[in-house]
């Protein structure tokens, strides 16, 4: 039998929210272990060779949301991050030889072109959605009041925080209390339409509120899709997306050495079974191959439903918990590739295979409202659009360390697709089909770009979910709808980190923030980690 390690906390799950959280927990002294499944840490932020000679971020590719605070406390940059922007931010093309290119102020000019009353609105527009990203912003790093009942002491102390809440939002315009509603409960397709008549403006929001989100843009609560990918911002610049250097497996190789620089074991190939709970308490886990790990404080990484369905023995949870769990709504609908290029794509819209500033942004290949709502209409009932929604990033117009020299990599973001095929029909039978239609929709924008593809590798939400453990493809491990938000995320009662289990707690996407290469729920899971710690080393007399 193999001897029982014991630590101080154990994280399941070494992506970035559990490395960070690791980080912070032996920044304060706490003797922590990382297991990751993987060979490699990082989960959906990693960078992989996908074709000899050719690396690239295989799951997440584009950087924004992550906290400064984050990259801050855990110096990022000292070890070794540095993210850039892109040149311009979005490129939207047409078949038909119409094109949007926003970015460095361009946006007004280039909506102009389509619609003057849309060009005179979009200050305006930005304004709304920035006063909508302030508020977010301000809630990302902070635990939401929970609502329970009983426990009075506790009770009082979420009054306060709910209280803090509400004074918050007290200070709030009238007005701005409607946008907020409104973002936070509209479709997207409501509320871009009440702005704008342009397809290709209202196009480049609507991309932002169905990424992830299995949804049409006329869907309910898709606003606030929009708005989750409006919090962030680059090197201090809101609202802006970039690029990390060497992929977003720099950010996470980044949070490993910040991690270990404060005494974090970081172990890799280590498939946790099942979490130890002893009179209700969580005290360890036991790995596939049989090891047992001591510690008070385990930390999930993990889609909480994975967690509860998978990990934590069915007799440890009450009935109403373990049902929710089993009904947390994962589902992604989006299909990841990753080509290897010999040449750089020439848009019919805009011409030239040599570099130029929209090579470097997010080239977004749908080109209206409309189009978008088809393709969550025809997934539904086909298993996926046969007019798909494809967002492609081509880092290595900005980063010279992913391909060979004159050559390029490109992903492939693409929605929608069935989370599960209709029909009991299995994705491994239908992937390479549905990489072919990807390939092929985007040669209709550049053609030519069939021919340039020299290696590919496609990722369905099958792909996502055995590789990564993304229940359904789940890119946010659990969606993004109000049921499924700030004080209900990810379940109500239990939004502050603290799993309904003493001494288990999430720290994943599937805790408030939510998705995104953000490092927010790993941050604020530390906090109430620490915060029970050293209470109980209080009890206890112990030094703290
Ligand atoms: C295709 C795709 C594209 C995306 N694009 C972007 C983007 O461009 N920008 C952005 O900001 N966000 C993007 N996202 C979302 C973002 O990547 C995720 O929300 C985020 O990375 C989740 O981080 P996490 O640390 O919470 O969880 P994860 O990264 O999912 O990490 C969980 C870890 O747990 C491990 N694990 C699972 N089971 C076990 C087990 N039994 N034992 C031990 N370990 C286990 C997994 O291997 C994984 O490493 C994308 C996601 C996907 C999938």
């Known amino acids: 039998m193999s001897p029982t390690q014991t630590y101080d906390a154990v994280i399941i799950g070494g992506g970035h929210n559990g490395l960070v959280c690791a980080a912070y927990l032996g920044m304060s002294g706490l003797k922590v272990k990382v297991l990751e499944r993987r060979g490699v840490i990082g989960g959906a932020a990693v960078t992989e060779e996908f074709h000899p000679g050719f690396r690239n971020s295989v799951a997440a590719y584009t950087v924004s949301l992550l906290n400064p605070k984050v990259i801050r406390d855990l110096r990022l940059n000292e070890h070794g991050l540095k993210i850039v922007e892109r040149r311009v931010q979005n ?24 619609s003057a009353a849309d060009a005179a609105r979009l200050g305006a527009f930005n304004r709304e959605i920035d006063t909508g990203a302030d508020v977010l912003r301000d809630l990302v790093l902070r635990a939401p009041p ?26 709030l315009s009238t007005e701005n209390l409607r946008v907020l509603l409104d973002l936070f409960t509209k479709s997207a397709g409501d509320y871009l339409d009440q702005w704008f008549e342009g397809d290709l403006l209202k196009a480049l929001f ?31 610049k809101r609202r802006v997306w970039g690029h990390a250097i060497g992929g977003m497996g720099a950010i996470t190789q980044a949070m490993a050495k910040a991690a270990a620089s404060h005494g974090v074991e970081i172990e890799t190939g280590a498939v946790v079974r099942e979490v130890v709970i002893e009179r209700e308490h969580a005290c360890g886990v036991v790995l596939a191959d049989g090891r047992v790990i001591r510690s008070d404080i385990v930390a999930a990484n993990v889609n909480p439903r994975l967690l ?28 990841r590739m990753n080509v290897a290029l010999s040449a750089l794509p020439s848009f019919t819209a805009l011409p030239g295979s040599e570099p130029a500033d929209h090579h470097t942004s997010g080239i977004i290949m749908a080109p209206s ?50 989370p599960a095929l209709p029909e009991g029909r299995s994705w491994h039978a239908h992937r390479d089909e549905v990489a072919d239609l990807m390939i092929d929709t985007v040669d209709r924008y550049a ?31 659990g969606a993004l709808t109000l049921d499924q938000l700030f004080w209900a995320r990810p379940i109500l009662g239990h939004a502050d980190y603290r799993s309904p289990l ?15 290469v953000t490092g927010a729920p ?7 980690i620490l915060t029970d710690w050293r209470w109980r080393r209080w009890l206890r007399h112990e030094p703290t």
């Open 146 to 171: 929970n609502l329970t009942s009983g426990q009075p002491l506790r009770g009082l102390g979420e009054l306060i925080k709910a209280g803090v809440l509400g004074n918050r939002l007290r200070r």
């Open 369 to 418: 409202l409309a189009y978008m709502d088809r393709a969550f209409a025809d997934a539904r009932q086909h298993g996926w659009s046969r007019e798909p929604i494809i967002e492609m990033l081509i880092p290595s117009t900005l980063d010279d360390t992913l391909a060979p020299k004159g050559a390029h990599v490109a992903s492939l973001f693409c929605q929608h697709v069935a």
């Open 308 to 335: 509860y369905t998978t990990m934590v023995p069915e007799g440890a949870l009450t009935a109403d918990v373990l049902r929710r769990m089993r009904n947390w709504r994962c589902g992604s609908g989006t299909f």
């Open 447 to 477: 053609p030519g770009f069939k021919a340039s593809v020299v290696g590919r590798q496609a990722l369905s939400p099958l792909d996502l979910e055995e590789t990564f453990g993304l229940i359904g493809g789940d890119i946010f491990h």
């Open 206 to 236: 609507g991309f932002d509120a169905v990424v992830g989100n299995y949804a049409s843009p006329y869907t309910p609560g898709t606003a606030y899709v929009l708005l989750h990918h409006a919090f962030g911002e680059v090197n201090g």
């Open 522 to 528: 790993g941050h604020n899971a530390a906090r109430a």
């Open 502 to 516: 003493a001494g288990l707690y999430h720290c994943g996407s599937g805790a408030h923030p939510g998705g995104g």
């Open 91 to 114: 490129f939207l093309p047409t078949r038909d030889g119409r094109y949007l290119l926003t970015g460095n102020g361009r946006a007004e000019r280039e909506a102009a072109k389509f």
